[in-house]
């Protein structure tokens, strides 16, 4: 079970995520308002209203979440620059 120590949103309505294995990565979650349950969320003030709870991501007090694990595998890791 992976877990979530930062959640950023940023835009185009995606979250740029830190792990706790420190690994940094961003999740496009486009896909994911094209169903019912996360229609709300094509508002971009609410969308960036995202609450890090840690095992999951949530919006609207819990009516809309996704898991750290979702998003660990739905997400691309980030390729830091080399000094």
């Not at 949530?58 to 996704?66: A, R, S």
């Amino acid at each position: 079970m992976h877990l979530l120590t930062q959640v950023t949103p940023l835009p185009d309505y995606k979250l740029a995520l830190t792990f706790g294995t420190g690994e940094t990565k961003v999740a496009d979650i486009n896909p994911f308002l094209q169903t019912e349950a996360f229609e709300s969320l094509h508002n971009p003030t609410l969308f960036n209203t995202v609450a890090n709870k840690e095992y999951y991501v949530e919006w609207l007090d819990g009516e809309v979440d996704l898991s750290a694990d979702t998003l660990w595998h739905i997400s691309t890791a980030i390729k830091h620059k080399e000094k």
